[in-house]
């Protein structure tokens, strides 16, 4: 059988392939018809691009042919010719159509404009549009990134349980984990038993790896996790899922300074990366029609100019304020915010964007957070107050990483669970690390998808994911 050709071999070098005989497999975007002859618009999910082929009615099957429409899967054989088409290098004359699969008229992916939330209800055909086809290739091409930026500094991979007996992040917003009869459960003194439990204790899905990075931080000098987390906080906002991937970087011996460093790094890499090696995505999503009255195709892109806030990210010097002098900034601002600037106050989400798009014109990392807001573990300053907390802010969203330096001293740290009404027994492991060659250490998150939704522009969280989990919906 011959050898098949990705469509993204052709792309990368179309003039080596004009006169050559190739076989392509995929699927039909798109068939103009004609007695005579048949355009076909082909993509194999390789890249951006799609082939057009021409099939004249030489073919053998040239009736079967002309029956495909959108959706079917074929294998065509033909020789690449110089296009003279419109914003096509190459395309190909078809010496031979094979029909491998069809579809009918119930196909729901119909040429026609359609909405991403019909796309979300059919989340197993949306990677064949040309939208989710980019988001997922761009989502590719970061967690490569990923793996290559921290492997280049240094830092090893480290796979964190799923399944976990502490509430690392002290929020209480945690899935279950049971084998037990939801029905009758054993029970002792009028609660559940969970000694009689698989794992012979309450246990849930975790929200972090963050503190079994530390344990291994203590061991290799720095790791980073990149897996699943879970968080059953019930909000339906644009920028909320229950199930969404984290990437937590710890490293040892390092001050929040550092964190901040390597937090400013990775993003400028991750950015870079998507525009040195993603520019058909990127271009395609930039300028791609938005979504306008729950259809697509009828209104132009809302975000021009999209590109350039990406390329002056990648290049741009990170302004660094503490958080009391961002409440200040707010403070005088000459603009009326919704939720209120007082020094105690979380920032959102217009305040995070008034500091990167109005005030500083650039990328900002904010420090020194108050600790009522802060979790545990966060290394506590001398005034009693702050902690040694940082939220990386950038242009167009707001907060896209939130990290601190950890407490490396017992008393503190217990101090601080005591404070928030936390159970020491799951996590006496944890304050092990504190009694036995402690150093300073910290680290940052990053969720994979809020990356993916900066870097496309999309609006959306449920479309940064294959098979988003939000409340009510564990759909596929």
Request: aromatic fraction near 10%.
């Amino acid at each position: 059988m011959a050898k098949r050709h990705l469509l993204k071999e052709l792309f990368q070098d179309p003039k080596g392939f004009i006169g050559s005989e190739v076989l392509v497999k995929g699927w039909i975007r798109s068939v103009r018809k004609s007695k005579a002859f048949c355009f076909i618009v082909l993509n194999d999910g390789t890249c951006q691009r799609n082939l057009q082929i021409i099939a004249d009615q030489d073919l053998s099957n040239y009736g079967d042919v002309a029956t495909m429409i959108s959706g079917f899967s074929v294998a065509i054989k033909g020789q690449v010719v110089e296009s003279g088409g419109k914003g096509q290098s190459i395309e190909m004359q078809a010496k031979e159509v094979e029909i491998i699969g069809k579809v009918d008229e119930q196909y729901p992916l119909q040429k026609k404009a359609t909405s991403f939330e019909f796309l979300r209800e059919h989340a197993h055909l949306r990677s064949r549009t040309q939208t989710f086809g980019a988001v997922a290739r761009v989502s590719h091409a970061l967690s490569f990134a990923t793996h290559k930026f921290f492997h280049d500094k240094g830092l090893y991979f480290l796979r964190s349980p799923i399944v976990t007996a502490q509430d690392a992040e002290g929020a209480g917003e945690m899935f279950r984990v049971s084998t037990l009869s939801m029905e009758n459960p054993p029970k002792s003194e009028g609660k559940v038993d969970y000694s009689q439990d698989y794992f012979g204790k309450e246990t849930f899905l975790s929200v972090t790896g963050q503190l079994e990075a530390e344990s291994y931080a203590m061991g290799l000098g720095g790791v980073y996790t990149f897996g699943p987390t879970f968080r059953s906080e019930n909000s339906n906002t644009p920028r909320h899922l229950a199930e969404f991937w984290m990437v937590e970087p710890e490293i040892a011996f390092a001050h929040l300074e550092e964190v901040a460093d390597l937090a400013e790094d990775y993003v400028k890499a991750l950015i870079g990366y998507a525009l040195d090696n993603c520019k058909d995505e990127l271009e395609f999503l930039n300028f791609r029609p938005r979504v306008k009255g729950g259809k697509l195709g009828e209104a132009p892109n809302g975000k021009e100019g999209y590109l350039e806030i990406l390329e002056h990210v990648r290049s741009s010097e990170f302004i660094r304020v503490t958080y009391t002098e961002a409440i200040e900034i707010l403070g005088k601002a000459d603009k009326k915010f919704e939720f209120p600037t007082n020094w105690g106050d979380e920032l959102q989400t217009e305040h995070e964007r008034y500091l990167t798009e109005i005030h500083f014109k650039s990328p900002v990392i904010v420090t020194d957070y108050p600790k009522d807001f802060k979790a545990f573990y966060m290394k506590q300053n001398p005034d009693g107050k702050t902690v040694r907390a940082m939220d990386l802010l950038v242009p167009g969203v707001g907060e896209l990483i939130g990290g601190s330096e950890r407490e490396a001293n017992l008393e503190p740290l217990l101090a601080m669970m005591e404070e928030k009404g936390m159970d020491r027994g799951p996590l006496e492991w944890y304050l092990d690390l504190r009694k036995w060659g402690s150093c300073p250490h910290g680290g940052f998150g990053l969720g994979f998808e809020r990356a993916v939704m900066y870097v496309t522009g999309m609006s959306n969280i449920r479309d940064a994911i294959p098979f988003p989990r939000t409340p009510k919906n564990a759909e596929f």
